[in-house]
């Protein structure tokens, strides 16, 4: 009997493994999870991404959070839009790989069940696919000309869905002290630096009373 029970549980693991399999069901595993993670569209991702710029968004933000995305499906797999050079979309496995150890944080939009209705959805990616293959902005500029990661999260979720995840801020609310951050500003802008520019930050949308932890 005992026996038998094993075999059928093993059965139904291989049913349940198939089926998954076929019906492209959205759960990955994730290095720095204890549990898979089922996307749902919409999600926001975060990642510890490294170069001189990210060092410097970093202290700017007193957050380890550089680069953030948000989910996706595309033909029944899941990806991540992102803003880099160009505005692309990547799948969320690869993205994964591009963070710090392989770690990201996911993070879901309160009632995302009721606000993010599937015509709300579409709305988002609709808005989202214009801005494909568009350039990164490294001036982080508040115009669509160019974008950049936060900033294109921002505004699918304003623009799609009616919804202001994390608080807009000046460029002169930030910590602009240490070195990383003067020299990125100094390449950047020389001496004309635009403290009142509009800008929103991965760490500001991570803190949004908006959103709950799906993975930390």
Avoid at 128 to 148: L, P, T, V
Avoid at 194 to 212: F, G, H, K, R, W
Wanted: hydrophobic share 40%; aromatic share 12%; with cysteine.
């Amino acid at each position: 009997m005992k026996k038998l029970i094993t075999i059928i549980a093993f059965l139904i693991f291989l049913i349940t493994a198939v089926s998954f399999k076929f019906q492209g069901n959205p759960i990955t595993k994730i290095k720095n999870a204890k549990f898979l993670v089922e996307f749902k569209e919409g999600d926001i991702v975060f990642q510890t991404t490294q170069s001189a710029q990210c060092k410097a968004v970093q202290l700017a933000t007193h957050s380890p959070y550089s680069h953030c995305g948000i989910v996706f499906k595309e033909d029944n797999n899941f990806f991540v839009y992102e803003a880099v050079q160009p505005v692309k979309i990547t799948p969320i496995d690869e993205w994964i790989k591009h963070g710090k150890e392989n770690k990201i944080v996911v993070k879901r939009l309160k009632n995302a069940d009721s606000i993010l209705t599937k015509s709300v959805v579409e709305k988002m990616k609709v808005y989202a696919k214009q801005f494909m293959g568009k350039n990164y902005d490294i001036y982080f500029e508040w115009s669509n000309d160019r974008i950049y990661c936060s900033e294109y999260v921002w505004k699918i979720y304003k623009n799609g869905a009616n919804v202001e995840v994390g608080i807009l801020k000046k460029l002169k609310d930030f910590d602009l002290t240490s070195k990383e951050v003067k020299q990125i500003m100094k390449e950047r802008y020389g001496n004309n630096i635009p403290y009142q520019e509009t800008v929103i930050s991965p760490a500001d949308m991570y803190n949004s009373t908006l959103l709950v932890d799906i993975l930390k």
